[in-house]
């Protein structure tokens, strides 16, 4: 079994996304801390760490689907039903980024170097997309530029620290994971250390 989209069939490429959207829900979940923001609400937790390492194990499209659906089941699930759709588009981008850095260039180009940078580019990608979004709801609903702000300063805090745990957690784990599929001779199709 590869986790390469050339190389497997959709029902199993299927199954992956799924196990890992599964992961994601459950990370989201039962791993968190919940920061109250003004009349918001913002959290630390491991489920960027799902996401990215979505990204890493599936590859761009199916490590997107699984981070996305994960979190937004979470959201429709958790009582955030109304950033719903944007979670399933932002967290679906930043596993997409990801993937699509560690696993693109030709294969002497997946090592640990490039599995770094996609995780990071991945996580910053999500960065800017959630905090843009933030500041421009907190503009659009008639916050004062302080309020907006203070509250920007804990969304930021919170999705760095977010950024930061999942990324110094997916990739380490990621070659772990790696390392016990082809110990099993379940090789992993996505980036390889050189």
Partial sequence: MKLNLNERNTSVNLALTG???????????????????????????FANVFCI???LLLGPVYGGLAAGIGSCIFDLMGGW??????????KFMMAFVCGLIAWGGDRTARKLSRVIVGAVSGSLCYCVLYLGYSFLKLILVGSAPEAAAIAMVTKLAATLTNAIVADV?????FFAIR????RAHLPVGGPRRA
Wanted: charged share 10%.
């Fill in 53 to 55: 390492l979505s990204g």
């Fill in 169 to 173: 957690i997916a990739v380490p784990f």
């Fill in 81 to 90: 039903a109304d950033s719903a759709p944007t979670t399933l588009i932002f």
């Fill in 19 to 45: 196990l890992m959207a599964a992961l994601v829900l459950v990370a989201t979940m039962f791993f968190k801390v919940e920061i109250p923001v003004g009349t918001g609400k913002t959290m630390i937790g």
């Fill in 179 to 182: 390392k016990a599929l082809e």
